[in-house]
């Protein structure tokens, strides 16, 4: 224990030392929440727009009523006279409403009639309003149909042959944590991002330095080294990735989301079990930075080959958002991927046994001996020391 924690000291203090480095290092856990933040908040309020919405309309002495029913709901209506695709296209306007001409007669022989919404479909920021005027016309038309069955002595009920309820049984927290699932995502990077220019800085940096045959010269195991080095990493990996756990759940409390209808809460218990669940990720993590980083030639080099690592938190979480699956217990034996399942149950505020923390944990702690282990048998081929 004493030469671990030489060797893990020694490496912290080398790694802290470098400044420039230890700020590169935790650049991610400060910036990438506050910019998600940014973009969370942006995205909620084009979804959530309030203010009065200025409507520009072709034709829209045909159809007074509907006009004046958008007034009363807080639009601007304004005369369009123009290409309206073109100004679509060009952004001068957002939407553009089109109400044909023969209108009237239509509607007076109880026909079909079609309102054009032209818009841009792959514009996000006009999305919340095109929504509202689509609907606002849906209102307005089911209004105009039970109105005519009624004037006919016909009960509107007659229509409505099979209506729907809302049967969600998803929590708000649920709701939540799948609106808000960038969270794992980021936290679990941010183990592979803190701790990798330390982890490839004590090998393919250390024999770009010319450091490396000297150091294990000393009578000391190489399986010793190895584990002081990871454990220094791992450290950094951890510091960085509970940085970046603390600023999302921040900004998840601060953001608006209840103006889409969600509501999320976080207890302190909750926060206990989610650094639990993720806390052997960065070792894991830092062990297979040092054995990739033993390949490179040189620094820059082991960047190029460690840097794939980082991607690796991001494939569980791709997989639960557009494959679902109920959860089984042995998907916590998966490294990784059994820590993904765990934190968005935590902030889904679903029932997790307790079992689920070992069998999560001990998987990922087991690799990332084996990795170390045989990072350490690495050592002993004089080619790879010296290559």
Known sequence: MNILRAVMTKELL???????????????????PLFI????????????KSERVT????????APTLIERFVENGFIIETFEGDAEAAVTAKTVDLVLEIPSDYQSTMAHFEKTELTVIHDGSRNDTRATVRQVRSLIQDYSSELTALRLISRGVSPKLVRGVQTRNGDIASDEQKAAN?????????????????????????????????????LI???????LIFGKCLAASIVGTAGMLITLGMCLGA???LPIDELGIR??????????????????????SSLQLLLGLFAKSFKDAQSYVGFLVFIPVIPSLLMNFLPFATQFWMYWIPVFGQSILMKEILGAEPVTVLA??????????????????TSRLLNQERVIQS
Do not use: H
């Open 55 to 62: 409507l520009p309309v072709i034709g829209a002495e045909y």
């Open 252 to 254: 998840m409390l601060l």
């Open 37 to 48: 933040y940014g973009l969370m908040t942006l995205v909620i309020e084009q979804n959530t």
């Open 179 to 215: 609106f808000l699932s960038f969270v794992p995502i980021y936290v679990l990077m941010a183990a592979f991002v803190c701790g990798l220019g330390l982890a490839i800085d004590q090998t393919a940096g250390e024999r770009e330095r010319r450091s490396l045959e000297p150091l």
């Open 357 to 374: 923390y070992p069998a999560a944990a001990l998987p990922t702690l087991l690799l990332g001996l084996g990795v170390c282990w045989a």
């Open 218 to 224: 000393n009578p000391v195991q190489r399986l010793d």
């Open 14 to 32: 080398d790694g802290v030392r470098d400044k420039r480095a230890l700020m590169s290092a935790f650049l991610f856990p400060f910036l990438a």
């Open 264 to 285: 999320f809460s976080l207890q302190w218990d909750q926060v206990f079990w989610l650094v639990i669940a993720i806390l052997p990720i960065p070792f894991l993590a």
